[in-house]
């Protein structure tokens, strides 16, 4: 029997298929499922840096809705106590004046996409009725009490008493506060897994360096099928990863009794955002996994594909900051940024998937992500063949510094 | 078969190879070389280190892209495109470690497009026909150099190529395994196929070889059968004389020299015959005298040396 020729696909299977049962039996497989216990350490000290970004970034407001002269009374004694009481005093929205004869229902305004509010302050001044989550209530409370006792012309001798009507569900605000964590938590992973994973394939590459097939392997097939056929392989076996650690995972949450619903559910819902995250994760993952095969097949030796890890490292956890920064600014110039900059795109897109509901934008994100990493091969095929194999054992070919390769004309 | 203008039958090429030129950052390594190997030739590449071999070598196989020049290989434009039907053993030999012999076989024929399956029954035939069967469950790093380096070659051949390409594949064997590898490469030829093999060893190239190119500076000087190579310069006359001086010293060429206590010049190209009378008249006292071909060594020294020199011409001219 003759040997036939190869499609791209095929010679990529053929390579792919030998990584993954190389890379399933090996003892890196046993770390990399090991993995997760590094991001618990990481979720542990950056959920400090996460809360208060998130506290930060569209802090709650209180919306006020009473008659027109108590509530330019309230405006003017907010006004009056904002400098002194900082940020405790929170924000205060003029809602739309309650005329006499007219009722103002605090759960529609609650309810309003549109307005970013922790809580309504009805009534007057001298009876004051806050609405809002228990949470809000109780902490404004106080603050609210002097503004009223301020609007009222009592200053500090006689703070109203303040009724507090606490509403059932989530407000408007914990509702988005809440799929803001979503976003973070699923950013947070699709990072640790890319991160993870690219380190594989760089250390995949490093061992193709260091036993010489790299060149049996040009010779044979395209090199465009050799990085195909690594990156998914590596995409392979972290599904396999991710397969244990999910049964894991919700083993341990049914024995524990806990249950998705105790989070807030993503604007996409879960099965879509579950798919998005899955999705987003394998274009992440083959956005940075071909840069790093590009710029570490352009290395010549095992050390210098060593010393490009650590500015890949860098670059990674700029992708990230920068998805996560975007996240909390929706609709502005800095998140499409994001979304346009391919190695941010999956990112911020996750963290877009748990926020808004339209799809469109997803499909759109990923035909650019899936150019973006067909691109990024073909370059990378392109420099390996034009800069790696320049000479043999005895060749004459000046030697160029790793920098001076890497960003030399091509 | 092809057939030129007048009609008479070509052998088919299996390798055409056209002005090809590489350049790395400035530096020429690969100079505008020619070359014709013929289907089922063993085809030497003949060059010291550094001269541009693995370079040419590299382009015909497509693992690097000529900056000018054609190439063809098997017909195909595009080596990867008749990938199936060549095999190559790299300089820098590799395997994966971890690997089995027999599944490294396997793996490498798989790269040339042959089913995994047969690739392990094929690659198992193979390591019991050549005397590895104890090794074919053993993984590589379980190998010492010089099997691994058989198993390599054996999966560089395992999908039964039209073209097979060795990149110095003499350095780190034995004289033994020289001796199998040179029997291996005329059995292949025997069957058909075409070997290009590179070396820097030109006993090797004269003992095997029916064409071969010279390279050196990246340019080749010659490219053509071996016995045209060595008719590039002329026979070697080796002679011995009782007398050591006499009237018929003036017969001889303006190259003579001697050695010890023998003259040696080139033939000639009045032929020996007025030498002959020369010595005879002038009673020299003929004790010995010899007329040799001239080696594939003589040959390679005198072209590769007259190339380089023509390169240094060329460069001063240059400057100028």
Redesign the interface.
């Known amino acids: 029997m003759r040997s036939g020729r190869l499609s791209t696909l095929q010679a990529a299977f053929v390579i792919a298929r030998r990584d993954f049962v190389a890379i399933l039996f090996s003892r890196s497989f046993l770390f990399f499922l090991l993995g997760p216990l590094f991001p618990v350490f990481v979720g542990v000290l950056a959920g400090g840096i996460g809360a208060k970004v998130q506290t930060s970034v569209q802090p709650p407001e209180l919306g006020i809705a009473m008659s027109p002269a108590d509530m330019q009374a309230m405006s003017w004694a907010y006004d009056k106590l904002e400098a002194r009481l900082g940020k405790d005093v929170p924000k205060l929205v003029m809602l739309t004046p309650v005329l006499p004869g007219q009722a103002h229902d605090p759960r529609t305004s609650l309810g309003n996409r549109r307005l970013n509010l922790g809580a309504v302050l009805t009534g007057s001044p001298s009876a004051p009725v806050l609405t809002g989550s228990n949470e809000q209530i109780n902490r404004w409370q106080g603050p609210v009490s002097l503004i009223a006792a301020e609007a009222k012309g009592l200053g500090q001798r006689d703070y109203p008493a303040v009724t507090l009507a606490a509403v059932g569900g989530k407000t408007q605000l914990d509702h988005a506060r809440g799929q803001m964590i979503t976003a973070q938590s699923a950013q947070l992973l699709l990072f640790l897994l890319t991160m993870m994973l690219a380190g594989m394939v760089l250390s995949n590459l490093v061992e193709e360096k260091g036993n010489k097939i790299i060149e049996v392997l040009a010779a044979a097939i395209p090199m465009d099928a050799v990085f195909l056929g690594k990156l998914f392989a590596m995409l392979a076996v972290s599904m396999v990863g991710i397969t244990v650690w999910g049964v894991t995972g919700v083993s341990i949450a049914l024995v524990a009794g806990r249950s998705l619903s105790e989070l807030t559910s993503p604007a996409v819902g879960w099965p879509l955002f579950f798919a998005f995250g899955v999705i987003y994760f394998a274009m992440g993952y083959l956005l940075l996994g071909s840069l790093f095969l590009a710029i570490g097949s352009l290395a010549t030796t095992v050390r210098e594909v060593q010393t490009l890890s650590m500015p890949v490292t860098f670059l990674q956890l700029f992708v990230f900051f920068f998805a996560s920064f975007a996240m909390a600014l929706p609709g502005t110039a800095i998140e499409y940024g994001a979304i346009a900059f391919p190695l941010s795109s999956p990112f911020a897109m996750l963290a877009r998937a748990a926020q808004d509901p339209a799809l469109w934008p997803h499909a759109l994100a990923l035909a650019w992500q899936a150019l973006c990493v067909g691109l990024i091969i073909k370059g990378g095929a392109t420099l390996f063949r034009k800069r790696v194999m320049q000479s043999g054992s005895g060749g004459h070919a000046p030697r160029r510094s790793l920098l001076r390769r890497v960003f030399s004309r091509v | 078969m092809r057939s030129n203008a007048g009609g008479v039958a070509e052998t088919p090429l299996a390798i055409e190879a056209r002005g090809i030129v590489k350049r ?4 020429t ?1 690969v100079d505008g070389v020619d070359l014709t190997v013929p289907e089922g030739a063993i085809y030497g590449i003949l060059g ?3 001269a541009g ?3 040419t070598l ?1 382009m015909l ?5 000529p900056d000018a020049g054609i190439r063809r290989v098997l017909g195909h434009d595009r080596p ?7 095999g ?1 053993l ?10 089995k012999a027999y599944e490294a076989i396997a ?10 399956a ?1 690739g392990r029954r094929r690659g198992k035939e193979l390591l019991e026909e050549h005397g590895l069967g104890y090794a074919i469950d053993r993984q590589i790093r379980q190998l010492s150099k010089g099997m691994a380096q058989q198993v ?1 070659l054996l999966g560089t051949l395992v ?2 190529p039209r073209l097979v390409v060795f ?2 594949p003499f350095s780190g064997l034995d004289a033994i395994n020289q001796g199998k590898l040179e029997k291996m490469i005329r059995r292949l030829a025997a069957n058909g196929t075409t070997v290009i093999f590179s070396t820097h060893v030109i006993a090797h190239a004269e003992r095997l070889c029916d064409e071969v190119a010279i390279i050196a500076g990246g340019k080749v000087p010659f490219a053509g059968p071996v016995n045209v190579a060595r008719d590039r310069i002329p026979p070697q006359v080796r002679l011995e004389t009782r007398e050591r001086e006499g009237r018929w010293r003036a017969a001889f060429p303006a190259d003579a020299r001697l050695e010890g206590s023998f003259w040696h010049f080139s033939l000639p190209e009045t032929g020996i015959e007025p030498l002959l009378r020369a010595l005879i008249e002038g009673e020299a006292g003929i004790l010995s005298l010899s007329i040799e071909r001239a080696g594939l060594h003589d040959a390679f020294v005198a072209i590769a040396g007259e190339a380089a020199a023509k390169a240094l011409e060329l460069e001063k001219e240059e400057q100028r």
């Open positions: 790395f950052d400035g530096f390594a010291p280190n550094g071999k693995t370079t590299r196989l497509g693992i690097i892209d990867h495109e008749i990938s199936h039907a060549i190559y790299p300089e820098e030999r590799g395997l994966y470690p971890a690997m793996f490498l024929g798989a790269l040339r497009g042959l089913p995994l047969e390599q999908h039964e990149d110095e």
